[in-house]
């Protein structure tokens, strides 16, 4: 979803640090093989989430979501050596597309870095799966966001960084809720949680379509 006209899009674009070769080559054979491309997080998504990475350098980060797994290999660029990462998707037809990628940023980028990768309901798997989390980044099924908030805040360290993608929704979240949308009504009451938390500060970001950082204090 793009909120800003065309041309200003393009040009912040083309002013922020360009795409690695990797995540090109990702994102071609994922247009090329996969159903909906579009859940990508795309090149200046992907910026935004290294940079945050890069700032952040956590040791440990909780992906929900994996999708082909670009913003995977994105967070994966700001983590220090010997860390790792766990992400979670339910669709095990992409789990080896993902595996390819990342075992080609563990040859060339950072042999140190564990990608693990769980297939299966990420309800099931987030309780068998523990912290403590230095970074988490919610991009999953959108109704079931609160769920997973519920599940992840006590596998928190302190200082921990909750980034949740998709919080516009496509400028739904402004929009008259329609009888039959199963999502908006969830990331409505997601992004209220998220700001009146008390263990959170939270700022919303309009990057792409809508992308939250929540510190834990």
């Given at each position: 979803m793009f ?5 200003l899009?393009?040009y ?6 360009d ?12 247009y090329q ?7 990508l997080s795309g ?5 935004v989430?290294s940079m945050?990475?890069?700032?952040k350098t956590?040791k ?12 995977t290999l994105?967070i994966?660029?700001?983590m220090p050596?010997?860390?790792e990462?766990i992400?979670?998707d339910?669709n095990e ?11 080609r940023?563990?040859?060339s ?15 099931d ?12 980044f919610i991009d ?5 966001y609160?769920k997973?908030?519920n599940l ?8 921990g960084l ?11 979240v ?32 309009p990057?792409?379509?809508g ?7």
């Amino acid at each position: 979803m793009f909120f800003l006209p065309q041309n200003l899009d393009d040009y912040i674009v083309a002013h922020s640090q360009d795409e690695p070769q990797i995540l090109q080559d990702l994102t071609r054979e994922t247009y090329q093989k996969v159903l909906q491309p579009i859940m990508l997080s795309g090149p200046y998504q992907g910026r935004v989430l290294s940079m945050i990475s890069h700032l952040k350098t956590p040791k440990r980060v909780l992906e929900l979501g994996t999708f082909t797994g670009y913003a995977t290999l994105c967070i994966a660029e700001g983590m220090p050596n010997d860390s790792e990462i766990i992400t979670i998707d339910i669709n095990e037809e992409l789990e080896s597309l993902a595996g390819r990628y990342f075992a080609r940023f563990r040859e060339s980028v950072n042999p140190t870095i564990t990608i693990t990768q769980k297939i299966g309901p990420a309800l099931d798997i987030i309780p068998e799966v523990d912290g403590p989390f230095d970074l988490v980044f919610i991009d999953a099924d959108k109704p079931n966001y609160l769920k997973y908030f519920n599940l992840i805040i006590d596998k928190m360290a302190p200082g921990g960084l909750i980034v949740s993608d998709n919080v516009l929704w496509h400028g739904k979240v402004v929009e008259p809720v329609q009888v039959k949308d199963t999502s908006t009504p969830v990331l409505l009451e997601f992004n209220k949680v998220l700001k009146e938390d008390v263990r959170l500060q939270t700022v919303l970001i309009p990057v792409r379509d809508g992308l939250t950082l929540s510190r834990v204090k």
